[in-house]
């Protein structure tokens, strides 16, 4: 498949293809009151997206929560939770940008910490999560 012309083509491969190759279920639902949703329970995992986003919602909630997954799955340390939402948060925002599109916020990690042993091993877990994706949808 050749990379779309339109910048609404890339978003709907890239969520297409997210779908496709992720490790865990994917659902789309009308029964959420939030976007999205990742759950873990007794070994079992599942990311939910309100049905009724536009499919660049869908994408950066599906990039969010799955990144959550990725990063609790196979990285997971000992970080709290408001450091947990800043690397679902890079990681998001890092596929994007590789994939040229500018639908997820950048941020400055170092404006979450002035440790910069704080901030160096943040970024190197969100390095390691979007790779981690990036690798499963290319």
Do not use: W
């Not at 800043?86 to 990690?109: E, Q, R, V």
């Amino acid at each position: 498949m050749g990379k779309p012309k339109t910048k609404q083509g890339l978003i709907q491969q890239l969520y297409n293809k997210l779908l496709t190759a992720s490790e865990i279920p994917i659902t789309e639902t009308p029964d959420i009151h939030s976007k999205g949703m990742y759950l873990s329970k007794d070994d079992k995992h599942d990311i939910y997206i309100k049905q009724s986003l536009s499919v660049r919602e869908k994408l950066k909630v599906l990039l969010h929560e799955y990144s959550h997954y990725i990063h609790l799955v196979h990285y997971f340390k000992s970080e709290s939770r408001s450091e947990c939402e800043i690397i679902a948060n890079g990681a998001a925002s890092y596929i994007c940008m590789k994939n040229g599109l500018s639908i997820y916020k950048t941020f400055d990690l170092s404006k979450f910490s002035d440790d910069i042993e704080v901030v160096t091993q943040l970024d190197a877990t969100i390095q390691s999560v979007a790779e981690h994706i990036l690798k499963g949808v290319d």
